[in-house]
């Protein structure tokens, strides 16, 4: 099983390639940064917790920015968004900032995708109706794989247009970088089950995480996949036991990612604090 570690990735926190290097060092597979374009001040969507919305929400720097720089300060690491708000993005300036994402980290890149939680942060810069939301990422991803793989691009659907382009950089990774979909509702799961490479979600998600993974697997059956072809990273928000990896990694989950907190001053007493798990688990 691997050890992920996801940064607030904050302004006010750790430089994002100090970090990865950190990482790197001490045995961790990857290194995950959230997004969030802006936060609306008018606050109407309720964090999904219930809990006051922390302040790196608002603090987050652009996770293209921080990856690519961690991509120059370290050589194994994997580089995830985790996750990147795409229907927040103009799709070929997302096909070219991940294909460039790709390509500078020699193939580093898993893409990690959602739809978000923010009700008016979508609207603010996107006419997309927020019960559309998941049929608009299915072609947003359907289209970003066309440009990653095609030389002469194009793509229409109901929400996204492509007209007949020459989209670069194209990806190292055969294919384009694995998209692995955070999604985890009943909507959500059967969107990852029928065209993610990888289901990551929260463990806060679900009262029992082998009882999700069940309903997961069985959705991917349904989608007539094979389980077994779409590992699942489970982002671990509550503080990590060696009991709880060991339950995980029964369940066959391929990696565990640890939630790292956001001020400088408790980076390097949470790393020491958990070595011993990533040594004991991680692969």
Known sequence: MKIGLASPNSSYGVP?????????????????VGEHSHIPASRETPHPSGIDLPRLYWHMRDPFVSLAAAAQATSTL?????????????IIDLAKSAASLDDVSGGRFDFGVGVGWNREELANVSAIPWPQRYNAMRETIAALRQMWTTEESSYSGEFVEVAPSWVYPKPVQAGG??????????????????????????????????????????SVVAAERDPDTIPISIYAFAAPTAEMLAEYRDLGVARVVFSAPDESDRHQ????????????FGS
């Not at 580089?79 to 708000?85: D, F, I, K, Y």
């Not at 959500?188 to 463990?203: F, I, Q, S, T, V």
């Open 177 to 218: 970088p694995p998209v692995l979909m955070g999604c985890q509702g009943r909507i959500g799961m059967r969107h990852a089950a029928e065209y993610a490479d990888e289901w990551c979600p929260l463990d806060v998600g679900f009262r029992d995480v082998g009882q999700g993974i069940g309903w997961f697997r069985d």
């Open 78 to 90: 994997r580089l995830v968004t985790g996750v990147c708000l795409v229907l927040e993005h103009e």
């Open 16 to 32: 994002t390639a100090d970090m990865a290097v950190d990482l790197e060092q001490r045995g961790y597979d990857s290194l995950w």
């Open 269 to 280: 007493r949470y790393l020491d604090r958990h070595q011993e798990l990533v040594d004991e």
